[in-house]
């Protein structure tokens, strides 16, 4: 993601407030706002071995709870 850089300068006659919303109208129109609520929830997709792994991990706990039904351990 490219960085935007967003600058407002204070004319000599201007006051704070219309300071900042010319400030928040530069932001709007950027876009910065939209691109980053899009990209909050996405998530990096996991490497195939993370997958592999954690899958071989559910699959021995899976074996042994069933193992220990058959055994009377557990209900």
Do not use: C, D, H
């Amino acid at each position: 993601m490219a960085k935007t850089i967003i600058e407002v300068k204070k004319n000599p006659n201007e006051n704070n407030p219309s300071v900042l919303r010319r400030f928040s109208r530069k932001i709007q129109e950027s876009g910065i706002i939209q691109r980053v609520k899009g990209n909050r929830y996405n998530k990096r997709q996991e490497s195939k071995l993370k997958v592999k792994k954690s899958a071989l991990k559910r699959m021995g706990r899976r074996k042994e709870i069933e193992k220990l039904r058959k055994l009377g351990k557990m209900k």
